[in-house]
């Protein structure tokens, strides 16, 4: 009986070990199904992957071969229906008032070597960059367009003006062949800065910012310096006529060279003007650009802005650059030899002038205030007149 049950437990054990051993084998054959099964999905996903970026790819390449086969035309309205067709003229514009959007100033790329202090400053608004670079001083004046004053570039000590131009005041402005506006002043300043010499007869442009209520300019300022009427003042009131000369060459040829360039500087006075006294030799420059424009000849105005108004304005409703600009040099030369400020253009409709001068100087007066525009010199006919000589 003993060696029976010996017998049989031994088999009964035999086969449990043979049933473990076949459970471990089932189980292993999962385990390996599981990961053959996991190892296929992740196969057919990376092949889905391919798939899709090989499509894309293709579909990528199809596009660009789409788009280089469309002409530029096709192109150019693509990009206009974006930019909602803007205007590709070159053009005037008057405010009236209302001024519409202005270009601003835009920074130009980062360049690889650029310091950190170069990142911090482009985040600045324009009001803390232009607080940033320069220091505002004492007011120089109020003008019918705006606030100047003194002040000087921090990094050299420069010194400069500092023209302020609320947004409702601004009158003028330029429309480029890329549809911008920005304020007429500005545009005429960025061209004479572009194609004129250094020391021209102009005062130059430093910088310039926009705001949300105004527009700041920063201009040159040569020293020392005052405005023409001021210096006829301190002469007291009137100046001799050989240093009168002087002074209308330098204006007659600083006038030629905008019309070259096509500026119509519109509002010449003797307050526009500055007198630099350096070195005991003058030198005249011409400032305050904010009622000038680009001009063509022949081209006729019909709304005045300045202060000499020429009497064809008057009689035709209309003016011209060319002739008006001749009017006004007039109309400055009897302001340094009068004895008295004119303010009205009703002294050259009467002709109730003093004419204590040289019979050449009352000549070039009478050609430039003449009252027929037609019949005025041109810029090139006052520079060679006898009495400039």
Same mark, same amino acid.
């Given at each position: 009986? +003993? ?66 086969? $469309? ?56 009001? @803390? ?20 004053? !003194? +002040? ?9 003006? *500092? ?9 003028? &402005? ?19 800065? @572009? ?5 021209? @007869?102009?005062? +130059?442009?430093?910088?310039? &910012? ?19 009427? $001021?210096? *006829? ?12 000369? *002087? ?42 650009? +904010? ?29 011209? @650059? ?5 009017? $006004?040099?007039? !109309? ?5 030899? $009068? ?51």
């Amino acid at each position: 009986m +003993g060696n029976v049950f010996g017998k049989d437990l031994n088999s009964e054990e035999e086969d449990v070990e043979e049933e473990d051993v076949m459970e471990e084998d089932v189980e292993e054959e999962d385990v390996e199904e599981e990961d053959v099964e996991e190892e296929d999905v992740m196969e057919e996903d990376v092949e889905e992957e391919d798939v899709e970026e090989e499509d894309v790819v293709e579909e990528a390449v199809k596009r660009k071969a789409t788009e280089d086969d $469309q002409n530029p035309q096709e192109k150019c309205r693509r990009l206009d229906s974006i930019h909602n067709e803007m205007p590709s003229t070159s053009k005037d514009l008057e405010s009236r008032n209302e001024p519409v959007a202005v270009l601003t100033q835009r920074s130009p790329k980062r360049k690889a070597d650029d310091e950190p202090g170069e990142t911090m400053k482009r985040t600045l608004g324009p009001s @803390a960059m232009f607080k940033a670079k320069y220091q505002q001083l004492e007011g120089l004046g109020e003008g019918g367009f705006g606030f100047v004053f !003194a +002040g000087y570039r921090k990094a050299d000590y420069l010194d400069v003006v *500092i023209k302020h131009i609320p947004k409702d005041q601004l009158i003028l &402005y330029h429309e480029d062949n890329t549809g911008k506006l920005i304020p007429m002043e500005v545009a005429v300043m960025l061209k004479l800065a @572009a194609v004129s010499e250094r020391h021209s @007869a102009h005062v +130059g442009l430093l910088d310039w &910012y926009e705001l949300e209520e105004e527009v700041i300019l920063v201009l040159e300022r040569p020293m020392p310096a005052v405005d023409l009427l $001021q210096y *006829i003042l301190a002469k007291g009131g009137c100046l001799e006529e050989k240093e009168a000369k *002087i002074i209308m060459r330098q204006l007659v040829d600083a006038a030629i060279d905008l019309q070259e360039k096509h500026i119509f500087h519109r509002h010449i006075k003797v307050e526009n003007l500055l007198v630099e006294t350096r070195k005991n030799r003058l030198k005249v420059r011409v400032i305050d650009f +904010g009622l000038s424009c680009f001009t063509e000849e022949g081209e006729k105005y019909e709304t005045f802005y300045g202060t000499h108004i020429p009497p064809e304005w008057y009689s035709r409703r209309h003016y011209m @650059a060319g002739p008006t600009t001749a009017y $006004q040099i007039g !109309a400055v030369l009897v302001d340094m030899l $009068q004895n008295t400020h004119l303010r009205s253009d009703i002294f050259f409709l009467r002709k109730e002038i003093n004419w204590r001068f040289s019979e050449n100087c009352r000549n070039f007066i009478k050609a430039c205030l003449c009252e027929d525009p037609d019949q005025r010199p041109t810029l090139e006919q006052l520079r060679d007149h006898r009495w400039m000589r």
